[in-house]
């Protein structure tokens, strides 16, 4: 059975700039998702580049081929929960990527990511390229 798969912004930008191997497990998925978080990500790296409206336009062009997820009160909770967590155990990870786990593990969705740190995330499923 095919992955549902949820793309951290390493991974939306690898498959922005035709990364082989994250297109082939895109391609291969059940669903792909990305993350609002995400997109806001990408959206701050264009307006920081040299090519402002080529990148905007590159980036809508890829949010419009996916289907994009937004926080909403369970992703909140989510959120609350893992964060604690992280730092009870002394790994707290960017407030961003918490945002991302949380959307994750609300949806039961495999995270497509280079980042390891998510790895300590408890529940949640990673998924390396």
């Known amino acids: 059975?095919?992955?549902?798969?949820?793309?951290?912004?390493?991974?939306?930008?690898?498959?922005?700039?035709?990364?082989?191997?994250v297109l082939k497990l895109v391609d291969e998925a059940e669903t792909v998702y990305v993350p609002s978080i995400v997109l806001g990500e990408l959206y701050y790296g264009a307006e920081k580049s040299g090519r402002v409206e080529a990148n905007i336009q590159h980036i809508d062009e890829f949010a419009n081929r996916r289907l994009v997820l937004n926080c909403d009160r369970?992703?909140?909770?989510?959120y609350g929960r893992i964060e604690?967590?992280?730092?009870?155990?002394?790994?707290?990870?960017?407030?961003?990527?918490?945002?991302?786990?949380?959307?994750?593990?609300q949806h039961n969705l495999t995270l497509l990511?280079?980042?390891?740190h998510f790895n300590e995330?408890?529940?949640?499923?990673?998924?390396?390229?």
């Open 74 to 78: 369970e992703t909140a909770r989510w």
């Open 121 to 129: 995330v408890d529940g949640l499923s990673v998924q390396a390229w």
């Open 84 to 105: 604690f967590a992280l730092r009870s155990k002394g790994q707290p990870i960017r407030q961003n990527d918490t945002w991302i786990a949380a959307i994750a593990r």
């Open 113 to 116: 990511t280079r980042d390891a």
């Open 1 to 21: 059975m095919a992955e549902s798969y949820l793309l951290d912004t390493n991974a939306a930008i690898a498959a922005l700039n035709g990364d082989s191997a």
